[in-house]
Every structure is written in C-alpha cells, then in structure tokens.
C-alpha cells in the first residue's frame, strides 16, 4: 500500500460521481474542497442548503453527505484508489463532516463494482409492477447495509402495515403545516426552469396516486402540474428500513453511506428504487418504524424496492460550484 497524492483532474472526477448521489429534496447539501499540497479532500456541509422546519438537527443534511462521501469512495476506487476517511474530524462546531486521504492500490476492490451504477441510479416515483423482489437480493442488499455498518430489514405483513400508517400519518401532517409545505416548495418551485441545477422539478413528481398505498411523496400538494396523471401504485409495496446502532452524526453519515451502497446494489440488480423519509422526520412517529427484533435500532431511512419504468435524472450542480481547490 502507497501512500500518495492524485491529480486535481482525478479529484474532480471523483467529485463528479459524488454529486450525483440524493439527498433530501435534491438539495445537494455538500461542499468539498481539495488540497493537493497535502493531498486531503474535505467534505463540508453546505447549511445554505440546511431545512430547518423538516430537518431541525441535520439528520437528514447528514444522510446526504454519506451517500455523496460512499459515492466518492466508489469512484476513487474504479480509479485503483482507496479514500481512507475520517469522520467528524475537527471538534464540534464546524462544518467539517469527513477528511480523505489516498493510497494505491484499491483497499476494496468490490467498491468498483458499484461504480457504473451511479449514473444509472435514479429515485423513482413512478408505479411499480407487482413483481416480488426476490429473497436472495433482498439478502444481498441487508449485506450491503452491514458492510457499511447498518442494519437493513424488510417488515414482514403487520409490520408492513404499521410502517404505512406511519407513512400516511407523516403525509396528513405535513399537509396540514403550512411551514414543512412552504420549506419543501423551496425545493421545488419552477422546478422545471431550465437554469435550476438543483431540487425537484415537475416532471420528478411522478403521476398522483390515484389507488395503492406505495409511500411515494407528493411534491405537488397546493400546486397543480400541468399535464400530470394518475396511476394506480402498489397495494403492498416492497419496504425496506434502514437503521443504525446510535444516532449521533456519525452515524447519520454512516447510514448515508450505508443507504447509498443499498441503492447501488439494488441498482445493478435492475431494481428501481425510492427514498421516503416522512416518517423519520417526525420524532413521534420515528420510533415506530423500528424493526421489532431490533431494540436499539434507529430508523434513518426507509426505502421502497421494486421494478418500474426508466425515468430521467434531477438536475445537478456543476462540480465548478461545489469543489474548491486551494
């Protein structure tokens, strides 16, 4: 193993990958800023891009920046590198989230594998078929959360259930606040300006659903999209809950990453993939959506698996506009 120092131009490719990860309302929460003279990239948390009514304590800025730090790790690797990372680096108070420092050669050759994932990967809001997803990806998708250390489970029927109440009653809630509805169309207002690079426009909604209880969420409540159907979504839709051990901000950024290598994963096994976060984000309702046999778990995110149609990718920010080279 060499310690070294890559080249700005790998740097930035890297970055390129990173950006492409998601992130709460496509809100692209992430800074880094490289420096070639010591060789240390660091990702900073971007608070311009911070939600204060829907993530009051940055769980959910946290999760974002883990999905864009694993989606870097991949990239380094398809490279032949390795990203050795230290979290939280520097004390309390700063917007510092994770240090990398580079070696050759790749330390996790598995990690490449991932890599022609990332560009495909979309979250997609459209109907799913009802197609089970079968055991032995869904086994390899819980492996994929322990690697990155989390814990992934698929709620069984009552389960199931319970989590879908949980869902609903986070969608009755967030309708009836007029502060969550004014914070989210922050993120999605003339989403489909041509000269936005970031949140979700329009054509990302997906249709209404007319019948099913798939927890897909409604960006579109107190607007009226033009041209925008119904479509009958899945009875019982294909669930799964990600969770970790603690829920400090270390382990937000390691659920990130966690949550990313699951969707990377899931990718590559031709799943469609979506991200709801509803539930988590509001604290009496978050500790229900606990697996039963896990009685320290935190739910951090819970992902909805199953097989769909293409869809196109939300715009992101151009590297120029989040990497900083000094």
Known sequence: MTA??????????????????PS?????????????DTGILLLDMDLSRAMPRT???GRGLHVGCGAALFDLRVAAAHSGWTARVR??????????LAALTFVRPAEEP??????????????????????PVAPELRDG???AARAEGAHLSFPGTWHLETVLELIA???????LSPAVREEIARWTASGDAKERTDG?????????????????????????PRERSSAIFERLPSLAVLETHGDTPADWLMAGQAMQRVLLQATLDGLATTLNSQAVEWPALRWALRDPLSSEGHPQMVIRLGYGPEVPPTPRRPVSEVLEVS
């Open 4 to 21: 070294a120092i890559p080249d700005t131009a790998a740097v930035t490719s890297w970055v390129g990958d990173a950006v492409l990860a």
């Open 24 to 36: 709460m309302h496509n809100a692209q929460p992430w800074r880094f800023r490289w420096q070639p």
């Open 55 to 57: 993530d009051p304590a």
């Open 87 to 96: 979290l939280l680096p520097h004390t309390a108070g700063t917007r510092v």
């Open 110 to 131: 598995d990690l490449d594998l991932l890599h022609p994932a990332i560009r495909r990967r979309r979250t997609n809001r459209e109907p799913f078929t009802s197609e």
């Open 141 to 143: 998708l819980c492996a």
């Open 169 to 175: 009653s986070a969608e009755a809630a967030e309708a």
């Open 200 to 224: 979700i426009p329009a054509s990302a909604f997906g249709p209404r659903r007319y019948d099913g209880r798939a927890p897909v969420r409604d960006f579109a409540v107190g607007s009226r």
